[in-house]
Structures are given as structure tokens and as C-alpha cells.
């Protein structure tokens, strides 16, 4: 299996200049339009750029300094009913040993979002294209590690909320993504959902979620599957919620539980959040979908509105019935605005990957994949810094 992304690339960037060059031009007389520029550097040190797995006899950990840099274009248009934004953004990686793996295009981002809100119905709609040599950042609830490889993905999101009553709202819901991986299997998932949730007082909502779907897998394996869930969401005091949500899966007639829970403490200068999750996914290049127990953590500590300090630790183990990977990670991050328009960015993650095969097998053996990445950034942004922080403000609330 090969993917064109060359011509994927060209496609997505046509579509995003086309965009940002649209909006603001047809929008101008009805709304307030924005646009801004931002450009960053980054050294990152990567000590196990393919994944291998320790005291393997095939392969040894390889280590390599890389930079990074590269633009982000951003236009929206802001009314009181209707919010469009449009950005695409890319990154060279020049390595500082393995330079067969430069790349010019190394990491794209293409997405688009349209939300549209009245007092009786609101409507979110969102398109986005990755495309990477790190799938490892594709893998949000499973966390497995993938060696650096060139990756995508497609996805696109709507949804539509209907206000049936002042304390009553009805969600219809549709979810697609596709993702590939050079040299591995490629899966395309649609996902239906209807809620309805209603509000018991100013402090409780409960929910009931249906969910609908299947997943295409390239070597020919189709999941359909059905999830049905309730919730609890409550506001202990005006620092301090949590949210509960349980019910069942069918995936070809298999059944497993579905359940979420999180619980967040919000202070005066950042907050603490604990989050379970017990779901299927699928994680990038596998044939099928994997059992998922993921259990993360969030400590951030803003004492000034310029530095932003955040901890994060995340255990996941995922697998099917012939092998299971269990994921330890820490990531470490501190944001520091020295200007305005200017902001630097330390992170430093470890990481360790378990991965234990059924012993009947004849080609059975575990697998421990160490890594460490500790990366510097800085982005200096020019245009409109309105929205920026705003959006800044509202995620340390």
C-alpha cells in the first residue's frame, strides 16, 4: 500500500490558501474578520526514532537531534451567530545525523471548523488533514508508540444540537476519519450518534447516548458495532465537577463495557484532572480494533497570565486476545510569553511500551520500547492576538 502525499499535500494547500483568501473577503460587510501569522523553531531530541524494542537482535534504539521549523496561516470571521475558521500550517525536520530523513513537508495541518449558534439550534461542523512522520501524535487514547514513519489522516466532524426546551437538548451527530500508514493497515471509520441530555438543576445534567458505526479495515476486516450509554454530570461546588457515563458496546456481537469518568478541581492559578476511559479503538496501522483501558492525569499552575507550567501522566493498556501493549508516559510542559507576540515552549516526555504476546504462540516474546523526547520551541505570531487570548483565558478557568 502507497499514499500520494505529494498530491494530497498540493490538494490541501490549494484549498486552505483558496480559504483563507475567501472568508474575509465575502465576510468583511457582516462580521468581524481576522488573520494572522505565525512562525516557529524547534530542537528536539528524539532517543528511540523507530520504535525498537530493547536487546532486540533485529534492531537497536536510534537517537537523533532534529529541527524543526515552519509557518502557520490563520483567517477566521466572527459574528454573533456564526464563527469560521480556516488554517494550515507545516514543518521541515532537518535531522542532525540521519539526514536521508529530511523532509521539507514533514508535518502539515490542514482544518477548517464552522460553528453557528442561535437561542433554539446550534450547529458544528469541522474538517481537518495531518499528515506526519510522528503517527505516534495520531494515537490519542491508546498512546502506542509507532516509529517515525510517513502517516495521515482525514477526519471531519457535524453536529447539530436542537434546544427542545430551556433545560432539554437533542444532539444528532456524525464522525468520520480515515487514517494510513505507509507499510501497514489502513482503517476508515463512520460513527452516528443521537443524544439527549437535560438539565435537572443548575448543578446536575443527566444524558442517554446511542451511538451507531462500522470500521473498514484495508485487509478486508469490517467491524460493525452499536454503544449505548447513560451520564451523570454534576458540579460538586463551583470549583469542583465530575462526569460519569457507563453502558455497553456490541462489536460482532462481542460485548464489552463502555465506560468514561472525569473528575476536575479547578484553583485559583490552574487546576488538577483525573480521566478514565474504557472503550474499542483503533490506533494507527493495526488491522482491528483494540480493547482500551486509559487512565490520565492533568496538574497545570499558571501563576502569571505569561508562564503556564503542566504535568501530565498517562497509563494505557490496549490489545485483542493474542497480544496487549501497556503505555507509561509523562509529558512535562512549560509555555512562557515573553511578549506578545512571542512565546517559548519546553517538553520533555518519557515514555515506556509493553508488550506481552500469548506464550502458546511459537514465535512468542515481549517487547520493551523505551524513549525520551526533550524538545525547546519558540513562535513568534504576527496579526490579531485578540482571539489568541481569549482562547488562552478560557483553558486556565
Given at each position: 500500500m502507497t499514499i500520494d502525499f505529494r498530491t494530497a499535500g498540493r490538494?490541501?494547500?490549494?484549498?486552505?490558501?483558496?480559504?483563507?483568501l475567501?472568508?474575509?473577503?465575502?465576510?468583511?460587510?457582516?462580521?468581524?474578520?481576522?488573520?494572522r501569522v505565525s512562525g516557529s523553531i524547534e530542537q528536539l531530541y528524539d532517543s528511540n526514532l523507530f520504535a525498537a524494542p530493547e536487546n532486540s537482535p533485529f534492531a537497536t534504539p536510534q537517537s537523533d537531534w532534529i529541527t524543526r521549523l515552519g509557518p502557520l496561516f490563520e483567517a477566521g470571521y466572527e459574528s454573533q451567530p456564526l464563527n469560521v475558521k480556516v488554517s494550515y500550517g507545516f514543518d521541515a525536520e532537518k535531522y542532525q545525523d540521519l539526514v536521508e530523513l529530511d523532509d521539507a513537508f514533514a508535518r502539515q495541518n490542514a482544518a477548517t471548523s464552522l460553528n453557528y449558534r442561535r437561542q433554539t439550534f446550534a450547529a458544528e461542523l469541522t474538517g481537518e488533514f495531518v499528515r506526519t512522520q510522528s503517527p505516534t501524535d495520531l494515537n490519542v487514547e491508546t498512546l502506542r508508540f509507532v516509529g517515525r514513519s510517513p502517516a495521515q489522516r482525514i477526519a471531519s466532524s457535524e453536529a447539530f444540537t436542537f434546544n427542545l426546551s430551556p433545560v432539554t437538548k437533542l444532539t444528532l451527530a456524525h464522525l468520520f476519519n480515515r487514517d494510513s500508514l505507509v507499510g501497514a493497515e489502513t482503517s476508515a471509520a463512520n460513527e452516528a450518534r443521537v443524544g439527549l441530555a437535560r438539565q435537572l438543576s443548575g448543578r446536575t445534567t443527566v444524558r442517554g447516548d446511542y451511538k451507531l458505526g462500522y470500521t473498514d479495515f484495508s485487509n478486508g476486516r469490517e467491524e460493525r458495532f452499536h454503544v449505548g450509554t447513560v451520564g451523570l454530570a454534576h458540579a460538586l461546588t463551583s470549583m469542583l465537577d465530575f462526569e460519569v457515563n457507563g453502558g455497553v458496546r456490541s462489536t460482532l456481537g462481542d460485548i464489552d463495557p463502555e465506560l468514561s469518568a472525569q473528575m476536575r478541581q479547578r484553583m485559583q492559578h490552574g487546576g488538577v484532572a483525573v480521566r478514565y476511559v474504557q472503550t474499542r479503538e483503533t490506533t494507527i496501522g493495526g488491522g482491528a480494533s483494540l480493547q482500551v483501558r486509559r487512565v490520565s492525569g492533568e496538574v497545570n499552575y499558571t501563576p502569571t497570565r505569561a508562564i503556564a507550567f503542566t504535568v501530565t501522566p498517562a497509563r494505557a493498556s490496549s490489545g485483542g486476545t493474542l497480544s496487549r501493549d501497556v503505555v507509561y508516559i509523562v509529558d512535562i510542559q512549560t509555555k512562557i510569553r515573553a511578549t506578545r507576540r512571542w512565546s517559548i515552549l519546553a517538553l520533555g516526555r518519557a515514555g515506556q511500551q509493553e508488550r506481552s504476546v500469548d506464550r502458546t504462540l511459537p514465535t512468542a516474546a515481549n517487547d520493551v520500547i523505551n524513549y525520551r523526547i526533550v524538545s525547546l520551541k519558540t513562535v513568534v505570531t504576527l496579526g490579531a492576538?485578540?482571539?489568541?487570548?481569549?482562547?488562552?483565558e478560557t483553558e486556565t478557568r
Amino acid at each position: 500500500m502507497t499514499i500520494d502525499f505529494r498530491t494530497a499535500g498540493r490538494d490541501v494547500l490549494a484549498i486552505a490558501i483558496a480559504a483563507i483568501l475567501f472568508v474575509p473577503g465575502t465576510a468583511q460587510a457582516q462580521g468581524q474578520t481576522y488573520g494572522r501569522v505565525s512562525g516557529s523553531i524547534e530542537q528536539l531530541y528524539d532517543s528511540n526514532l523507530f520504535a525498537a524494542p530493547e536487546n532486540s537482535p533485529f534492531a537497536t534504539p536510534q537517537s537523533d537531534w532534529i529541527t524543526r521549523l515552519g509557518p502557520l496561516f490563520e483567517a477566521g470571521y466572527e459574528s454573533q451567530p456564526l464563527n469560521v475558521k480556516v488554517s494550515y500550517g507545516f514543518d521541515a525536520e532537518k535531522y542532525q545525523d540521519l539526514v536521508e530523513l529530511d523532509d521539507a513537508f514533514a508535518r502539515q495541518n490542514a482544518a477548517t471548523s464552522l460553528n453557528y449558534r442561535r437561542q433554539t439550534f446550534a450547529a458544528e461542523l469541522t474538517g481537518e488533514f495531518v499528515r506526519t512522520q510522528s503517527p505516534t501524535d495520531l494515537n490519542v487514547e491508546t498512546l502506542r508508540f509507532v516509529g517515525r514513519s510517513p502517516a495521515q489522516r482525514i477526519a471531519s466532524s457535524e453536529a447539530f444540537t436542537f434546544n427542545l426546551s430551556p433545560v432539554t437538548k437533542l444532539t444528532l451527530a456524525h464522525l468520520f476519519n480515515r487514517d494510513s500508514l505507509v507499510g501497514a493497515e489502513t482503517s476508515a471509520a463512520n460513527e452516528a450518534r443521537v443524544g439527549l441530555a437535560r438539565q435537572l438543576s443548575g448543578r446536575t445534567t443527566v444524558r442517554g447516548d446511542y451511538k451507531l458505526g462500522y470500521t473498514d479495515f484495508s485487509n478486508g476486516r469490517e467491524e460493525r458495532f452499536h454503544v449505548g450509554t447513560v451520564g451523570l454530570a454534576h458540579a460538586l461546588t463551583s470549583m469542583l465537577d465530575f462526569e460519569v457515563n457507563g453502558g455497553v458496546r456490541s462489536t460482532l456481537g462481542d460485548i464489552d463495557p463502555e465506560l468514561s469518568a472525569q473528575m476536575r478541581q479547578r484553583m485559583q492559578h490552574g487546576g488538577v484532572a483525573v480521566r478514565y476511559v474504557q472503550t474499542r479503538e483503533t490506533t494507527i496501522g493495526g488491522g482491528a480494533s483494540l480493547q482500551v483501558r486509559r487512565v490520565s492525569g492533568e496538574v497545570n499552575y499558571t501563576p502569571t497570565r505569561a508562564i503556564a507550567f503542566t504535568v501530565t501522566p498517562a497509563r494505557a493498556s490496549s490489545g485483542g486476545t493474542l497480544s496487549r501493549d501497556v503505555v507509561y508516559i509523562v509529558d512535562i510542559q512549560t509555555k512562557i510569553r515573553a511578549t506578545r507576540r512571542w512565546s517559548i515552549l519546553a517538553l520533555g516526555r518519557a515514555g515506556q511500551q509493553e508488550r506481552s504476546v500469548d506464550r502458546t504462540l511459537p514465535t512468542a516474546a515481549n517487547d520493551v520500547i523505551n524513549y525520551r523526547i526533550v524538545s525547546l520551541k519558540t513562535v513568534v505570531t504576527l496579526g490579531a492576538l485578540e482571539r489568541e487570548r481569549e482562547d488562552a483565558e478560557t483553558e486556565t478557568r
